[in-house]
Structure formats: C-alpha cells, structure tokens
C-alpha cells in the first residue's frame, strides 16, 4: 500500500512536463490540467500558467482607486473580471513579492467580489520582501457574474503592506473538463496497460486461449473510521468488510481513551478491535499519539510539572507503540499542531520533534504523519494554510541541524462546500513535498442535507483519487447509535444512505471489472487495469493455467507470460 516518494515525484514531474498540451484545439478536450506548483520564494517569477489564459497581457489595476475602496482593501492589486459564469471552474496563480519598506513578511490572501457574492479567500500564499512567491487556487460561481474584481490582502495590520504582482493567470474550465483531466490522471497515475502473453510448450504463439483476469486487491486503499460499535455487532462488521480495506480507530487509541486516569492503561476495545482488523486483513493507520488540543487532553496531564509531563509522554509513546509495534502501517504522531501547541507551549519548540523521533525508534516501519484540518478544505484558516503545513513539515526536517526523517502528509479534509480548483492547488503545492499524501478523515458537514452531502462527497472523492500524490482515502464516518460524527453512510439497518451509494459507486467504478477474452493471433491480449494483485487462468485445449501478477505505477506496459 505504501509507495516510494521518489518514484511517486517522478510520476509528478512527468506531468508536470506534459504542460506542451495545455492549449488544445477541441472545444470538447479543452485545456489540460497544469499541476505545476513553486513553494520556494525565488529571485524572479516564472511564466504564467496557461500563457495566462483569461489575464493574458492584462495588468493589475492601481490601489487606492474607488472600486478597490468599495471591497474594504487596504492596499491591494486587482484585475476587473467580466462576464464570469456560474458553474465554470477558474483555476488562478500568481506570483507575489512584498515591496520594499513593508513588512518583511505576510500572508497574502486573494479574494473575489462579484455582483453577488463575497469569497474570502479562493488562494494564499506566504509571501516575503525581496522574492516573489507562487499564490494558486481558484473558484466556481453559483451566479454569473458580469462585473468581479480579483484582489489581494495581507495579513498585516498596519495597512502599509504593499504587493507586487507578476505573471497572473486565470483559467476557466467547464464540468466536462474538469472531469475529463481527471479521468485522465486516473488513467494514468491509477491505472497500467497489461499484455498476456500465452505460448505452447515449444514456445509457439497459442491462438484462443481464453484469458480470466480478476483483481484481488488494490493498490489505492479507501477505508473508513470505526469504533467499539463494530464490535459484536455482525451486521456491521459484515457491511465493513464488504466494502472497505483500510481503517482507522476513531477515538480508542487516543490518550484520553487509553490511560482516562494517570497510570490506568486500558487498551481493551484497542486490542478487540485490533483483532477484526487482522482477522480480516484490513489496513489500519494508527490516530493518534498526541493531540495538541488541550481540550482533548487527559485531564490529569493538563497540570503535570514540565518534568512530569515529560516523563509522562514517554511512557505514553512507548506503551502505545511497543504495544502496537508493526500492527499499525500509518501513525499520526502529532495531531493538529497547526491550530494548537499544548505539548509544544509546555516542552518547548523540539517537543514535536522528539515525538517523531521517538515514534521512529520504537516502530521503524511505520510511516509516521503530521496530521490537521483547514489545509486542503479552505485557505480562510490563516493557521493552517498549505504553506503553513509545508513549512512545519520543512522545519521538523531541518531541526537542529538532523532533523526527523517525515514519511507522510495527512489531511483531515472536513469539507462543508468543496473547493475543487482550491483543493487541487493545494495538493499541487503539498506534492513538492515528495511525500505520500492521504485524505485522513473525510466527510461533508452536517448542516447539509444528505443529497447535498453525497454531491459534495463525491468531488472530494474524485479530486483525491485523481491527484497523483495522493495515496488512499479514508472517510470519517464510523457508526454510533445516534449516528456519525458529521456524514453517515448508512442507517442503522446498514441500509445505504446518499452518501453510502456514491462511496460503493466509486468503489465499483475504481477497480478492474471482470475481464474475460481470448488471445489473439499473437497469442496475445491486453487491457488496462488499475493498479493492485491480480490473479490469471488461461484455459486452452482442456488445460488450465492458473498464474498471478501485480500492478504497480510505471508507464510502461507490464508483459505477464505463461505457458500452457
């Protein structure tokens, strides 16, 4: 389940190179995609993205002037937008420098004002004096707009922040192409073209041989949250397994869970649930070792001495982890230290580090995660934007000189409306990481009706799956009695709710199908299958062959031989 982030960089770069095709002549194929994305402030901007599609050749209006001061900006840049239209997906980037004299450093937010609506932030970036840095995001309209006006605003408070801009782009896409890139990333990244190759005893090509092909397991996990309500309960566990091949524990790995009173471990619905985990050969990532959210801190840790809260984390990393030692493939070590830094604020600044670096030593095998919420869901969370994220994760790297080998990108992912072209941007931007990037807890909040949730449910799905760096999917939707934290995907009869029927929609979409056929003349016969385990039987002439063979990310076509 767990690939190398070189080769998943490389895949990355290719596509990134395959921006010659951008501009496409056919209406009905439209522009492809560009993933491209800078995280590194530099001397001078890049080329615009799409030759700067609908901005090319447009310069930034002046500050200052009445229809900025309409909009509330203090000092921004604009570009005036015209005829905009509703359901179109506008992909932005720009390169931004604070100027000299300002700030030597501020969060730059781009917004957008049109005839009928605010949005508050459609990109950020983390911008600094003296180089330019890459903002890329985007928007949907619900409304035509005939007058918009695109403009920047900072996060400093004195109002004396000014901006450069360069190489603005803004790219408009309809549904039908934005969902035909995807498809094409999911061919792709997802998928591999095979050739079986059948030959007789004298190496002769066999003619007709009947081909049975069927995928065993995949290689891109969807899974979801459970908790101590599977246990026992057969009607549920049985609907699990159906379906899903990864999970994760909701709460029962949680401090607050496993030792609620100092020195009382209690790892008795983490050990059962452990069990139908294996039993059933599901994946399982590891949430969490600390949270740094006071408010789901073990009360009796709130007000420990600096060295008793030391010696206490220490026992509570080894216990989970000697405990659990290569039971758990992920482990999300320090959860949401974006928003909130009780361990940090009370152990100092290594604190984090130390973590990870004991998580390593004790489970050398896992793939140890940061772990936070509002990084690919909105860019109005000014603690958690993606430049923020990369930057932790580039500062664990680097501490003290060594620093922490980091294995792995987790993104909650609590959508209320998705941002698609936002979304994308931002795995764009997390992607220069090199590191596998999962969709850790995904669901789509309950102020929306069911409906609305599955529509919402099923472009996240479909932006996660198609992004090359992301490497699996889980939803947070285990079950309680009064139903889920946010999203349910069933009722408590386990029969499918909206959102149930787009998950085992997409379930079924994303593997290979049955495939059954006869070799050719070359005693050959091909298809494209997602990547994953599959097993083969050729029947020729009475005999039968039986055979399997694995799929894994490379271009190039995988030739599977057999004799009969």
């Given at each position: 389940?767990?690939?190398?982030?070189?080769?998943?960089?490389?895949?990355?770069?290719?596509?990134?190179?395959?921006?010659?095709?951008?501009?496409?002549?056919?209406?009905?194929?439209?522009?492809?995609?560009?993933?491209?994305?800078?995280?590194e402030?530099?001397?001078?901007?890049?080329?615009?993205?799409?030759?700067?599609?609908?901005?090319?050749?447009?310069?930034?209006?002046?500050?200052?002037?009445?229809?900025?001061r309409?909009?509330?900006?203090?000092?921004?840049?604009?570009?005036i937008?015209?005829n905009?239209?509703?359901?179109?997906?506008?992909?932005?980037?720009?390169?931004?420098?604070?100027?000299?004299?300002?700030?030597?450093?501020?969060?730059?937010?781009?917004?957008?004002?049109s005839?009928?609506?605010?949005?508050?932030?459609?990109?950020?970036?983390?911008?600094?004096?003296?180089?330019?840095?890459?903002?890329?995001?985007?928007?949907l309209?619900?409304?035509?707009?005939?007058?918009?006006?695109?403009?920047?605003?900072?996060?400093?408070?004195?109002?004396?922040?000014?901006?450069?801009?360069?190489?603005?782009?803004l790219?408009?896409?309809?549904?039908?192409?934005?969902?035909?890139?995807?498809?094409?990333?999911?061919?792709?990244?997802?998928?591999?073209?095979?050739?079986?190759?059948?030959?007789?005893?004298?190496?002769?090509?066999?003619?007709?041989?009947?081909v049975?092909?069927?995928q065993i397991?995949?290689?891109?996990?969807?899974?979801?949250?459970?908790?101590?309500?599977?246990?026992?309960?057969?009607?549920y566990?049985?609907?699990?397994?159906?379906?899903?091949?990864?999970?994760?524990?909701?709460?029962?790995?949680?401090?607050?869970?496993?030792?609620?009173?100092?020195?009382?471990?209690?790892?008795?619905?983490?050990?059962?649930?452990?069990?139908?985990?294996?039993?059933?050969?599901?994946?399982a990532?590891?949430?969490?070792?600390?949270?740094?959210?006071?408010?789901?801190?073990?009360?009796?840790?709130?007000?420990?001495?600096?060295?008793?809260?030391?010696?206490?984390?220490?026992?509570?990393?080894?216990?989970?982890?000697?405990?659990?030692?290569?039971?758990?493939?992920?482990?999300?070590?320090?959860?949401?230290?974006?928003?909130?830094?009780?361990?940090?604020?009370?152990?100092?600044?290594?604190a984090?580090?130390?973590?990870?670096a004991?998580?390593?030593?004790?489970?050398?095998?896992?793939?140890?995660?940061?772990?936070?919420?509002?990084?690919?869901?909105?860019?109005?969370?000014?603690?958690?934007?993606?430049?923020?994220?990369?930057?932790r994760?580039?500062e664990?790297?680097?501490?003290?000189?060594?620093?922490?080998r980091?294995?792995?990108?987790?993104?909650?992912?609590?959508?209320?409306?998705?941002?698609?072209?936002?979304?994308?941007?931002?795995l764009?931007?997390?992607?220069?990481?090199?590191?596998?990037?999962?969709?850790?807890?995904?669901?789509?909040?309950?102020?929306?009706?069911q409906?609305?949730?599955?529509?919402?449910?099923?472009?996240?799905?479909?932006?996660?799956?198609?992004?090359?760096?992301?490497?699996?999917?889980?939803?947070?939707?285990?079950?309680?009695?009064?139903?889920?934290?946010?999203?349910?995907?069933?009722?408590?009869?386990?029969?499918?709710?909206?959102?149930?029927?787009?998950?085992?929609?997409k379930?079924?979409?994303?593997?290979?199908?049955?495939?059954?056929?006869?070799?050719?003349?070359?005693?050959?016969?091909?298809?494209?299958?997602?990547?994953?385990?599959?097993?083969?039987?050729?029947?020729?002439?009475?005999?039968?062959?039986?055979?399997?063979f694995?799929?894994?990310?490379?271009?190039?076509?995988?030739?599977?031989r057999?004799?009969?």
């Amino acid at each position: 389940m767990k690939h190398s982030s070189i080769i998943g960089f490389i895949f990355y770069a290719i596509y990134s190179l395959l921006t010659a095709f951008i501009l496409v002549s056919s209406s009905n194929d439209g522009p492809f995609y560009d993933p491209t994305a800078y995280t590194e402030c530099r001397a001078e901007p890049e080329k615009p993205l799409y030759s700067g599609g609908m901005l090319k050749d447009e310069e930034a209006s002046a500050s200052g002037g009445d229809t900025l001061r309409s909009v509330g900006a203090r000092y921004t840049p604009a570009y005036i937008l015209h005829n905009l239209t509703e359901n179109t997906i506008y992909c932005l980037s720009i390169w931004v420098k604070i100027e000299a004299g300002s700030a030597s450093a501020a969060r730059v937010r781009a917004k957008l004002r049109s005839d009928n609506a605010t949005l508050n932030c459609v990109g950020s970036v983390s911008a600094k004096q003296g180089c330019w840095s890459f903002l890329k995001g985007g928007f949907l309209l619900d409304s035509p707009s005939q007058l918009s006006i695109l403009f920047f605003e900072t996060s400093t408070e004195d109002g004396k922040t000014q901006l450069e801009v360069a190489s603005a782009s803004l790219q408009p896409f309809t549904q039908e192409q934005w969902k035909n890139n995807q498809d094409y990333f999911i061919n792709t990244a997802r998928k591999r073209a095979v050739t079986i190759h059948v030959a007789g005893e004298n190496g002769e090509s066999v003619e007709g041989a009947v081909v049975n092909v069927e995928q065993i397991s995949k290689d891109f996990p969807i899974g979801s949250a459970i908790s101590k309500t599977i246990l026992g309960n057969i009607p549920y566990q049985e609907w699990f397994v159906k379906r899903f091949d990864a999970t994760v524990f909701e709460n029962e790995l949680k401090w607050y869970a496993t030792e609620p009173h100092q020195g009382k471990l209690n790892y008795t619905f983490a050990d059962q649930m452990m069990k139908f985990v294996r039993a059933n050969r599901i994946m399982a990532r590891g949430h969490n070792i600390f949270w740094e959210d006071p408010k789901y801190t073990p009360d009796w840790v709130l007000n420990l001495t600096e060295e008793d809260l030391r010696s206490a984390v220490n026992q509570r990393i080894r216990s989970l982890m000697t405990r659990y030692r290569g039971e758990f493939v992920h482990w999300d070590v320090s959860n949401e230290m974006l928003h909130f830094d009780f361990y940090e604020s009370r152990l100092g600044k290594n604190a984090s580090y130390g973590f990870f670096a004991a998580a390593r030593e004790l489970d050398s095998l896992a793939t140890l995660f940061l772990n936070d919420f509002n990084v690919v869901e909105t860019c109005s969370d000014e603690r958690s934007t993606v430049d923020e994220y990369i930057a932790r994760v580039r500062e664990l790297e680097r501490y003290d000189g060594g620093g922490v080998r980091m294995d792995g990108v987790g993104l909650e992912g609590h959508f209320t409306r998705p941002n698609v072209a936002l979304m994308r941007a931002n795995l764009d931007k997390l992607a220069t990481l090199e590191l596998p990037v999962w969709l850790t807890e995904i669901d789509i909040s309950s102020t929306l009706d069911q409906r609305t949730q599955a529509i919402y449910l099923e472009e996240v799905l479909r932006e996660g799956f198609s992004h090359p760096s992301v490497n699996g999917i889980i939803l947070w939707t285990a079950l309680h009695p009064n139903g889920c934290y946010q999203m349910c995907l069933t009722d408590d009869k386990f029969r499918n709710l909206p959102a149930g029927d787009v998950v085992d929609q997409k379930l079924l979409e994303w593997a290979t199908g049955e495939v059954k056929a006869k070799t050719d003349d070359h005693g050959s016969f091909s298809f494209l299958g997602f990547l994953g385990e599959y097993k083969v039987s050729i029947i020729y002439e009475g005999k039968t062959v039986n055979s399997s063979f694995s799929l894994s990310r490379d271009p190039e076509t995988k030739h599977v031989r057999l004799r009969i």
